[in-house]
C-alpha cells in the first residue's frame, strides 16, 4: 500500500527458521487466489477497512510488491498465525 504521513515502519528480526515459515505460508498456492493490486488493497480498506480482512504487503527480491487480501473467515489457521505474530511485532 502507499505510505502516508501516518504509516510508520517497523523492523524487527526474526531466526532463519521464522522466516522460512513466515514465507512459505504467504508464498503458498493458496495465496494467488487472494492477490490483489494496489489499486483494490486502497479501496477496499477505504470502502470496508481492516477489521474483516488481513492484508499482507510483500516486497520482493526483484523489487516488485505483491498485495493479499484474505477474509478472517476464510484464512488458513496457519495464516491467521502469522498474521497475530506479525501483529505482536508492530506493537
Known sequence: ?????????????????????????????????????EKSVNLMTALVGYAAHYIFSVHMADGTKKHYVVAKDKASPRLAELAAQLRAYAR
Open 1 to 37: 500500500m502507499s505510505e502516508d504521513s501516518t504509516s510508520e515502519k517497523r523492523f524487527f528480526a526474526v531466526s532463519k527458521a521464522q522466516f522460512e515459515s513466515m514465507w512459505t505460508t504467504l508464498m503458498s498456492s493458496d495465496m494467488n487466489q487472494y492477490a490483489r493490486d
